[in-house]
């Protein structure tokens, strides 16, 4: 993990103050660091308890999914958070096949089933999502941002 | 990060009353799905969950709610979940699974 006290770089604009890596392996029991750190960086922010546990949310998805679609054991995906002037942006990339998220059916929640409430839950918890699958159809990057003081 | 589960059958109402503790995600739901269809292969009946130390969950636990569900729907048991915190809430009523558990709260 690292901080970066200094302005990292202007980017359309945005103001970006500080960045903190976090790279994870494609394990089940590391998304809670994931979660923690996200607490952390979110408290010190000064978003509220409710905003706090829609990012955890939000951050567990991404992680879920990355673990779900990776390389494997061996491999790690990487978590990037982007402390901007008046929001929280965090960015997910994995090395894994990607999926077409065009193709991600909207669930039907009149007939639950087990899977594919991730990505659903991200876009309604988030106030921007975009996905990308990296070059050679290989890995995906998913961004998302959280206004602060909105709700 | 760990997930509490205590079981107990409750002869009068006769259902499992389940107490979780702790956070249901994608580390702690097999062992929490593994628990509860133990329990069921033991005596299929209703299930009440109590969610008062329930801190959090994600898709991947409301998954293991609904496959729950569905092995007991089949036998015509309900599953029944209550006193949960509202973080706990707001995913049931974004996913819209808060009209297909029954949710009980007590104030």
New interface residues.
Partial sequence: MKGNNTIYKEENNVEVRDIISLNLPNAPEYVSIARLTLSGIASRMGFNIEDIEDLKVAVAEACTNAIKHGCGKDRNYSIEFLVLKDKLRIEIIDGGKGFDYKKVKEPDLTKPREGGLGLYIIKTLMDEVQIFNNQKNCGTRIIMSKNLGES | ?ILNIKDQFDEEKGRWLIELEG?A???TVNNFKERMHQLLDEKMADVEIDGTSLQ?I???G???L??L?GRMADQEKVLIIKNIQ??VR??LN????DK?FIIEQED
């Fill in positions: 990060m956070e995600d994608v580390y959090y994600d898709s991947i409301l998954g293991a609904i496959g569900r509202p973080n707001k995913l974004i996913t819209g699974l297909i």
